[in-house]
């Protein structure tokens, strides 16, 4: 499959097996994450591999979109490694970040599994509950395995505005 075929057919899984991950599937994902870009080549992304069964019931405890994810992958930016523009203070983090997922989630459906990116979680729970040091903004969390027999693409999943109205030329 090529990149724009698995662009297209990866989708948002919110159904997965129990079955684990194999840890060379993890170690593929994860390796996507570490060379995925970042301002100034920072690299500010942490993660952290969560899937024992102790661990996943505190994930449950922080959110309820696991979707019973044999995996999740915590996904956090060190604020001090980010790059800082100049000019206004903004910190490259949150874009790092998000961009390691996006590559972790690629390379996962690469793999025949399937993830999810869930912003709907408590960041002060999964603080406590996974001892987040002060210094490290978790942002997403990526419940990933292999999917349900059952799972299925959203029905918006298709639904994607004409290219018209997200390009303009020169100015808006």
Partial sequence: MNFSELAAARYSVRDFLSNPIEQ?????????????PTAANRQPQRILVIEKPGDLARVDRCTTCRFNAPLVFLICYELSAAWVRDYDQEHSGWV???????????????????????????????????????????????????????????????DRYPLEKLISHGTF
């Fill in 24 to 36: 060379q599937k993890i170690a593929l994902i994860l390796e996507a994450a570490r060379r995925a």
């Fill in 96 to 158: 790092d970040a998000s961009i390691a997922a996006t590559h972790m989630m690629l390379q996962a459906a690469d793999l025949g599994l399937g993830s999810t990116w869930v912003m709907w979680f408590d960041p002060t729970r999964a603080r406590a509950e996974f001892r987040i040091p002060p210094g490290l903004v978790p942002v997403a969390l990526l419940p990933t395995g292999y999917p349900a027999p059952g799972a299925f693409p959203s029905i918006q999943h298709q």
